[in-house]
C-alpha cells in the first residue's frame, strides 16, 4: 500500500469526510509534509471504491459546490488495520537494528 | 477564462465516466484549495491533473478491454495469420513440384523432402493445428520455431532480393507468435467463430492461395490468356465473401475487434504487393538502403492507415448513429 492510500484510509477511519477535509486533514496528520493534490486524491478515492475498501456515506451542497463525504468499509478498516501492522512490524525491526548498532562492538559480531 | 472554467479544461483529460463521477467534486476541492485571487492553474496542478488523468484513461481502457474480445480476435488473427503463412508455403511447394514434374524430372518427392518449403508448410501446419487444437502455448511456441525457420530459409538462399520478396512474411511471422502469445488462454478460434466460422475462413484462405497460384503462372505466359486472370480475380473476391462470412460469425463485440485486425493482417501481402509493383517500375538492380527504407514504410505505413482508417470509419458511424444508449 502506496504512502497516499495509506494516508486517505487512515484519515477516514476516524469519520466521514469530503475530499477537501481528506487533503487538509492529511496535511494535518504529516505536519505540512504531504499535501496530496487533487488528481492524486482522486486516484486514490476511485481505486479505493473500486476495491471496496470505502464508500459513499452522503452527499451534501455547499455553496452550490457538491461535496461527496466518503466512509471506510469493513473491508477497508480491516486492510488498513492489516496495514498498520506491517508498517509497525517494520518499525519495530529497523528499531530493534538501530539499537543494535549504537552498542559499541556489536555491529562485528 | 474563470479559474474554474480552466479547471475544467484540465479535467477533460479524464476519461468520460471519471468526469461523470468526480468532475463537480474536483471542481469543488480544486476551488476550495485555491487562493481567493487566483486567476489560473499553478504549473504543478496542471501537472497533477493531466498526468492522473492520463493515467485513469490508460487504467479504465486497460479494464475496459479485458473481457471486451481483443483476445479472443487475437486467436483468431492468429490462426488465420498462421493459415495464410501454411497456404503461402503449401503454395509455393506445390508450385516447384509441378515444374519438377513439368520438366520430366525423376523423384519429385526427394525434391520435395530436400525443399525448405516442405519444412516452413509443416511448421506452420503445426502451428494451426496446435492453435485449433487450443494449445495456445505449445502453437505460440511453433510459431517462433516456424518464424526462425522463415528467416533460417532466407539466410540460406543467400541472394539480397530474398529479403525483399519475404518483406512480407517477416513482418507476419513473427506478428503471428505476438497474437497466438497474447490470445486468451483456452479460447481457439472455433470456440469464437464455431466450427462452421473456421471452415468458412479455411476455405477462404485456400481459395485465396489457389487463386494467388493462378496469378504467379499468368507471368509465365508471353500472352497472358485474360480468362485465367480474371478467373483469379473471382477467386479472390469470393475468398473474401468467405472470410467475412467466417468473421460474421463471431459475437457482435468481437467483430469490430476482427475486422481491425483482420484488416491490418490482410492490408500486409497487400503494401508487399504494391510495393513490388512500385519497385518494378524503379528497374532497381541491387538492394539498396532506400529501397529498404521505401519497403518499411510501405508494409508499415499501409496496414496503419488501414487501420487508422478503420477505427476513424467506426468512431464516426457510431456518432452518426449512436445505437448504444450512453451511460
Known amino acids: 500500500m502506496r504512502e497516499p492510500t495509506f494516508l486517505v484510509l487512515t484519515s477516514l477511519a476516524a469519520e466521514p469526510q469530503h475530499g477537501y477535509a481528506v487533503i487538509e486533514d492529511v496535511a494535518k496528520m504529516t505536519d505540512g509534509r504531504v499535501r496530496l493534490r487533487a488528481g492524486t486524491l482522486y486516484a486514490a478515492l476511485d481505486r479505493l471504491r473500486g476495491e471496496g475498501l470505502i464508500e459513499v456515506d452522503r452527499e451534501e451542497i455547499v455553496q452550490s459546490r457538491l461535496r461527496r463525504y466518503y466512509r471506510l468499509t469493513a473491508l477497508g478498516e480491516t486492510r488498513l488495520a492489516a496495514e498498520t501492522s506491517r508498517l509497525r512490524d517494520q518499525a519495530t525491526l529497523a528499531e530493534s537494528r538501530l539499537r543494535a548498532r549504537r552498542r559499541p562492538g556489536m555491529a562485528f559480531s | 477564462m474563470t479559474l474554474e472554467a480552466y479547471y475544467r479544461r484540465l479535467l477533460a483529460v479524464y476519461p468520460r465516466e471519471h468526469r461523470l463521477a468526480y468532475e463537480e467534486e474536483m471542481i469543488g476541492v480544486l476551488m476550495a484549495g485555491a487562493e481567493p485571487d487566483r486567476r489560473r492553474p499553478t504549473a504543478a496542478e496542471a501537472a ?83 492453435a485449433l487444437a487450443g494449445l495456445r502455448r505449445a502453437a505460440a511456441c511453433m510459431a517462433a520455431v516456424a518464424t526462425a525457420i522463415e528467416i533460417g530459409a532466407i539466410i540460406a538462399w543467400n541472394i539480397e532480393w530474398r529479403w525483399v520478396d519475404m518483406g512480407w512474411l517477416l513482418i507476419l511471422a513473427p506478428l503471428t507468435v505476438v497474437l497466438l502469445t497474447v490470445a486468451r488462454p483456452g479460447r481457439t478460434a472455433t470456440a469464437v467463430l464455431g466450427r462452421g466460422g473456421v471452415t468458412l475462413i479455411a476455405g477462404g484462405v485456400g481459395l485465396a492461395c489457389v487463386a494467388a497460384g493462378l496469378f504467379v503462372e499468368i507471368r509465365f505466359y508471353e500472352v497472358v490468356p485474360v480468362n485465367l486472370a480474371n478467373v483469379a480475380l473471382a477467386g479472390f473476391v469470393i475468398a473474401g465473401v468467405l472470410l467475412l ?83
Not at chain 2, 93 to 107: Q, T
Not at chain 2, 268 to 283: K, M, N, T, W, Y
Open chain 2, 48 to 130: 497533477d491533473l493531466l498526468w492522473s488523468g492520463l493515467a485513469a484513461r490508460l487504467i479504465r481502457g486497460g479494464a475496459r478491454q479485458r473481457g471486451t474480445g481483443w483476445r479472443d480476435a487475437a486467436a483468431v488473427v492468429g490462426v488465420l495469420t498462421a493459415g495464410l503463412l501454411t497456404a503461402t508455403a503449401a503454395r509455393r511447394l506445390v508450385g516447384m513440384l509441378w515444374a519438377v514434374v513439368l520438366s520430366g524430372r525423376e523423384f519429385p518427392f526427394a525434391y520435395a523432402l530436400s525443399s525448405e518449403l516442405t519444412l516452413r508448410t509443416a511448421a506452420w501446419s503445426v502451428v494451426v493445428v496446435a
Open chain 2, 245 to 327: 462470412a467466417g468473421l460474421w460469425r463471431a459475437r457482435s463485440q468481437i467483430r469490430p475487434r476482427l475486422v481491425v485486425m483482420v484488416v491490418a493482417v490482410l492490408a500486409v501481402p497487400f503494401a508487399q504487393d504494391r510495393f513490388e509493383q512500385f519497385a518494378r517500375s524503379q528497374l532497381a538492380f541491387e538492394v539498396t538502403w532506400d529501397i529498404v527504407l521505401t519497403q518499411v514504410i510501405f508494409l508499415v505505413g499501409l496496414p496503419s492507415l488501414a487501420v487508422l482508417t478503420v477505427l476513424g470509419g467506426w468512431t464516426v458511424a457510431r456518432r452518426m448513429f449512436p445505437l448504444r444508449v450512453s451511460r
